[in-house]
């Protein structure tokens, strides 16, 4: 299984852009990299995925360099409703027990 | 359409007591999993199923078990409670195993064994 590493926490205020960012280094060659996000007394859900390059939606950005060992989730002019945790999950195509969470990260937004 | 529910939201228990823990989906999806998450640790795999009838291990399986005996139920059962096993469940489904398939979970169920 990939070994995830993650920031505890970050703080940024509102209109700023934020990118965490998310360690793997043993990422094999068919993992895809997919970010969570999760409310207090929710279940996580869906942000983005990717598998190489960048990747861009309505909410988030997702940069992979091409070694693949880390990715960075950009969040551009975050608000306050952003406060939230972050997990990078990393796992092969056909996932089942393989799919590996990070830690989390905590992100926390001001005014 | 409900998506994932859990039943129950809190429950606490006394060490070796049994419970189970339940999680239903209107989505159709083939795949189910349970997490617990800890402080520090992220989610963690328990069980997780392919398809109705079949279950699976996944990183932390000791000390719980697990049925799909229809496919839009997930039970996950603790026979004998631990208090190492306070945490929140998280249960989930995704219409396939595939990383590319989204996984939707639960609100999850916050356990304390006392």
């Known amino acids: 299984l990939a070994k995830i590493t993650q920031p505890i926490s970050m703080d940024s205020y509102e209109g700023q852009e934020v990118n965490i960012t998310c360690s793997h280094n043993?990422?094999?060659t068919n993992d895809y990299i997919t970010w969570y996000q999760q409310f207090p007394s929710q279940g996580p859900r869906f942000i983005i995925q990717g598998y190489k390059t960048k990747v861009t939606n309505e909410v988030a950005s997702l940069f992979i360099p091409a070694d693949r060992k880390s990715s960075t989730l950009s969040l551009p002019r975050?608000?306050?409703s952003d406060t939230a945790v972050y997990y990078c999950l990393v796992g092969p195509r056909r996932g089942g027990n393989k799919l590996t969470f990070g830690t989390g990260t905590q992100l926390k937004v001001e005014l | 359409n409900a998506g994932v529910t859990q039943t129950p939201k809190f429950r606490v228990l006394k060490t070796g007591q049994s419970m189970t823990l339940l999680c239903a989906q209107d989505m159709n999806h083939e795949y189910m999993y349970w997490y617990r998450q800890d402080?520090?640790?992220?989610?963690?795999?328990i069980h997780y199923s392919v398809g109705e009838g079949t279950t699976a291990k996944g990183e932390v399986p000791d000390g719980y078990n697990v049925s799909r005996l229809k496919k839009q139920n997930f039970l996950l059962g603790l026979e004998s409670a631990a208090p190492s096993q306070?945490?929140?469940?998280?249960?989930?489904?995704?219409?396939?195993?595939?990383?590319?398939?989204?996984?939707?979970?639960?609100?999850?169920t916050r356990?304390?064994?006392?």
């Open chain 2, 39 to 45: 402080p520090g640790m992220g989610l963690r795999l």
């Open chain 2, 111 to 114: 356990l304390t064994v006392l």
């Open chain 2, 86 to 108: 306070t945490s929140v469940y998280f249960c989930a489904s995704s219409y396939s195993a595939l990383a590319t398939d989204t996984q939707y979970f639960g609100p999850g």
């Open chain 1, 78 to 80: 975050v608000s306050l």
């Open chain 1, 26 to 28: 043993n990422i094999a």
